[in-house]
């Protein structure tokens, strides 16, 4: 069973930048994809990018790759995998979760219920 931490949540102003970062423990070793996700009070949980184990090859949903402002990475010998925000916005308000598989994700990578372990989340608050 994989196990995972999510920290650097926390209030910053419209402009500002953080980096979250999620410990992974337990059996991680056959994890094929990692990733963030985000959920806003009434509002469905929302993937921000999502990243390869073994290559970490990164992967981000058109509406936020356009953006330019989110940025995935991958630490292996850390089991740490973290998002960097930058020039946040108010609408980026939400809980993040960090979330990993060992599925093989193809077109669905960004589908939350392929993820089969999850994070508590990290609440990140954007004051304009």
């Known amino acids: 069973q994989v196990h995972l931490a999510e920290s650097g949540g926390g209030s910053v102003q419209t402009g500002g930048s953080l980096r979250l970062s999620c410990v992974a423990s337990?059996?991680?070793?056959?994890?094929?994809?990692m990733g963030w996700f985000r959920q806003a009070p009434g509002k469905q949980r929302e993937a921000i990018a999502s990243?390869?184990?073994?290559?970490?090859?990164?992967?981000?949903p058109d509406a936020v790759k356009g953006q330019g402002r989110f940025t995935i990475s991958l630490d292996n010998a850390k089991k740490t995998l973290y998002l960097q925000i930058n020039a946040m916005k108010p609408e980026d308000t939400a809980m993040y979760y960090c979330?990993?598989?060992?599925?093989?994700?193809?077109?669905?990578?960004?589908?939350?219920?392929?993820?089969?372990?999850w994070g508590q989340g990290t609440q990140v608050t954007v004051s304009s």
């Open positions: 979330a990993a598989t060992p599925r093989f994700l193809g077109i669905r990578i960004f589908n939350a219920d392929q993820y089969t372990a």
């Open positions: 337990g059996s991680t070793e056959n994890t094929r994809f």
């Open positions: 990243i390869a184990v073994s290559d970490s090859d990164t992967y981000y």
